[in-house]
């Protein structure tokens, strides 16, 4: 797993198969952890059927694993695990390395800020239950009007994706995904990207191999209580510079 350490907590990996794992990708959430892991965990208590939840810190430079270890220690009943990252090394390799450790048949995540709620969850699992390999939410913006950049950003972003990479997909970069482990595994090894094109890299791949998708409406909120890092002009010129970089390598792939 390279620079990371696995840790088992509560009897992380030694209960019975659960049908779902949900991976929890962590960096700075000292502010929203915990009554985010309290939501997600009363989602997750529906099923019935055994549930594992992975935490994935990328070393946060707050309380976070502070605030893990007060999750697991909250819910003892409950199979939970954790990678610690030794070294800050982007979303995509946090959550990649969460699936490999996962043993669920679906696996999933979703950004533990909740700003699109873990009640879309059970409507994900049933999607792939269903026959589908990969089912995502398709972010619906409640118009705020704090928000609007955001909303341009997305619509922005997806527009320059099924133009530049000719893929007809509403929301690649949604952080909220779910998967047929056994089918989509093998697509691990050709993402490259390690950070936050991490999503559109796999969607676009999944694409191209010819995966089943499903795209599911889900309400996005966004929330003002919690530090954002997201820089709008900043943003935009590398989510562009790396659309193109990445559609120039997909090129060299077809000759």
């Known amino acids: 797993m390279g620079s990371a350490e696995q840790r088992a907590a509560q009897g992380g990996g030694r209960g019975p198969q659960p049908l779902v794992s ?20 009363g989602t997750l208590e529906s099923f019935a059927a055994p549930f594992e939840i992975i935490f994935v810190d990328d070393v946060s430079r707050d309380r976070t694993r502070e605030r893990i270890d007060t999750v697991i220690a909250s819910y003892p009943q409950h199979d939970m695990r954790v990678i610690l990252h030794a070294e800050n090394r982007g979303r995509g390799a ?7 450790a996962a043993r669920g048949e679906i696996v999933g995540y979703l950004d533990i800020d909740l700003e699109v709620h873990s009640r879309y969850i059970p409507s994900l699992v049933g999607a792939i239950q269903g026959g589908a390999d990969i089912a995502t939410v398709r972010r619906i913006y409640a118009f705020q009007l704090r928000s609007l950049d955001r909303y341009i950003m997305s619509r922005g972003y997806t527009w320059l994706v ?7 997909l509403w929301d690649t970069e949604t952080g909220y995904k779910f998967f047929r482990r056994s089918s989509v595994l093998p697509l691990l090894d050709e993402i490259e990207d390690e ?3 991490w999503d559109t890299e796999f969607m676009v791949r999944a694409v191209r191999h010819g995966y089943r998708l499903e795209e599911i409406p889900g309400a996005y909120i ?19 510079a790396r659309l193109l970089a990445f559609r120039r390598k ?3 792939e077809r000759t």
């Open 94 to 100: 946090t959550v990649r390395d969460g699936f490999r």
């Open 22 to 41: 949900v991976i929890v990708a962590c960096y700075n959430e000292e502010e929203i952890l915990l009554e985010s892991c309290r939501q997600l965990i």
């Open 250 to 252: 997909l090129q060299r």
């Open 222 to 240: 966004r929330r003002f209580d919690k530090t954002s890092t997201v820089r709008g002009l900043r943003d935009s010129a590398a989510y562009l």
């Open 195 to 197: 950070g936050w094109f």
């Open 162 to 168: 099924k133009r530049l990479l000719g893929v007809d």
